[in-house]
Antibody, heavy 117, light 111 residues
Framework: QVQLQESGLGLVKTSETLSLTCGVS?????????WGWIRQPPGKGLEWLGS???????YYNPSLNSRVTISVDTSKNRFSLNLTSLSAADTAVYYC??????????WGPGRLVTVSS | QSALTQPPSASGSPGQSVTISCTGT?????????VSWYQKHPGKAPRLMIY???KRPSGVPDRFSGSKSGTSASLAITGLQAEDEADYYC???????????FGTGTKVTVL
């Protein structure tokens, strides 16, 4: 069974950078599929942030204005999210997912990240 | 990035049926057969219920079905059960922005 688990700091300061990592078990990232990040601010809906293939090819949400970077480490079977220039609007639960092209079939449990000054 | 439009709420009694709509444009829902639906319980990660308009992943009950007509998609739940009470989100690819967009979400209440 494919399992994903987010890790990283849960409290970050305004204007700084959010960094999260997603460890994958039960499936080798090198075998295929895209791998992505989705977030949900408190009381709001879901927002796709971006996805990456094992080759390093990335697709990002254009509304994030180049603040987002996703990278992959196939040797450790994990991928990471960096989000720069944080504001309170970036406070959300962040999920890592397996992206089977326009649908997400496996999700991590989610990591609440709070942005505060 | 414009979210797909869903009704805020829907409800039904146990055993009844409920249908949730998801309205987009010709650049997203109407342009591709890549519409997915997710179920989300409070405090839990979303669960994929339908992909590619009408396909069910392994383990999803056949009480859940998806369809599409023009620029609108629908999720139907038949034989409502208490555990179906959750938020439901649709999602599609948006070719105009090279983006993936989600719906506004619908809260399903089992009366």
């Amino acid at each position: 069974q494919v399992q994903l688990q987010e890790s990283g700091l849960g409290l970050v300061k305004t204007s700084e950078t959010l960094s999260l990592t997603c460890g994958v078990s039960g499936y080798s990232i090198s075998s295929g599929f895209f791998w992505g990040w989705i977030r949900q601010p408190p009381g709001k809906g879901l927002e796709w942030l971006g996805s990456i293939y094992n080759s390093g090819t990335t697709y990002y949400n254009p509304s994030l204005n180049s603040r987002v970077t996703i990278s992959v480490d196939t040797s450790k079977n994990r991928f990471s999210l960096n989000l720069t220039s944080l504001s309170a609007a970036d406070t959300a639960v962040y999920y890592c997912v397996r992206d089977r092209w326009a649908s997400y079939d496996f999700w991590g449990p989610g990591r609440l990240v709070t942005v505060s000054s | 990035q414009s979210a797909l439009t869903q009704p805020p709420s829907a409800s039904g009694s146990p055993g009844q049926s409920v249908t949730i709509s998801c309205t987009g444009t010709s650049s997203d829902v109407g342009g591709y057969n890549y519409v997915s639906w997710y179920q989300k319980h409070p405090g839990k990660a979303p669960r994929l219920m339908i992909y590619e308009v009408n396909k069910r992943p392994s383990g999803v009950p056949d009480r859940f079905s998806g369809s599409k007509s023009g620029t609108s998609a629908s999720l139907a739940i038949t034989g409502l059960q208490a555990e179906d009470e959750a938020d439901y989100y649709c999602q599609s690819h948006d070719s105009s922005l090279s983006d993936y967009v989600f719906g506004t979400g619908t809260k399903v209440t089992v009366l």
